[in-house]
T-cell receptor, first 113, second 114 residues
């Protein structure tokens, strides 16, 4: 998985609780992305980062926030988890804007009860 | 809106036969396309890519064809093997200012029969 780890790999939580997912890369790539994958929707972009402290919204950003304090880590936070956020979350990285190919991590399966 | 779609949600082929997975796209501004393979419980894995200034690109046992006239993309897998069983996604990639973003189709499940 191209030097990308995600933690935790599985999580069960209750509605209304905060949840933070971590993506860690060892490739020193500038760009990092968070996607969610749901049946019938493929992968949809939540947020992305184009550098340390530089982030922007994707297609389905409502209810999510991100932070990137160092190159190797990109955190996704659900401030108050809802059942609609039950999904599989994937982190991806790419080397530069010109290097368009994105490489994906193994995913985090989140269940919100 | 702009979207990437797949013609068939499932495809079954005999081991050793060739597989063809199709994809339609509607955003004429897309200039780069990627095929990913996703096995159960894993993240998408890059297979092959193609730029819009190309019609065909070959990799190891895989070929991607791009027809810009009808906005159609296909992935051909030669001599399909059991290990090729997976969900295949096409994705279109275009610049959005600060980054390049991928838009994925919903995927095609390829099953290789013995």
């Amino acid at each position: 998985d191209a030097g990308i780890t995600q933690s935790p790999r599985h999580k069960v939580t209750e509605t209304g609780t905060p949840v933070t997912l971590r993506c860690h890369q060892t490739e020193n790539h500038r760009y990092m992305y968070w996607y969610r994958q749901d049946p019938g929707h493929g992968l949809r972009l939540i947020h992305y980062s184009y550098g340390v402290k530089d982030t922007d919204k994707g297609e389905v950003s409502d209810g999510y926030s991100v932070s990137r304090s160092k190159t190797e880590d990109f955190l996704l936070t659900l401030e108050s988890a809802t059942s609609s956020q039950t999904s599989v979350y994937f982190c991806a990285i790419s080397e530069s804007k010109q290097q368009e190919t994105q490489y994906f991590g193994p995913g985090t399966r989140l269940l919100v009860l | 809106g702009e979207s990437v779609g797949l013609h068939l949600p499932t495809l079954s082929v005999q081991e050793g036969d060739n597989s063809i997975i199709n994809c339609a796209y509607s955003n004429s501004a897309s200039d780069y396309f990627i095929w990913y393979k996703q096995e159960s419980g894993k993240g998408p894995q890059f297979i092959i890519d193609i730029r819009s200034n190309m019609d065909k690109r070959q990799g190891q046992r895989v070929t991607v064809l791009l027809n810009k006239t009808v906005k159609h993309l296909s992935l051909q897998i030669a001599a399909t093997q059991p290990g090729d069983s997976a969900v295949y996604f096409c994705a279109e990639n275009r610049s959005t200012g600060s980054a390049r973003q991928l838009t994925f189709g919903s995927g095609t499940q390829l099953t290789v029969l013995p």
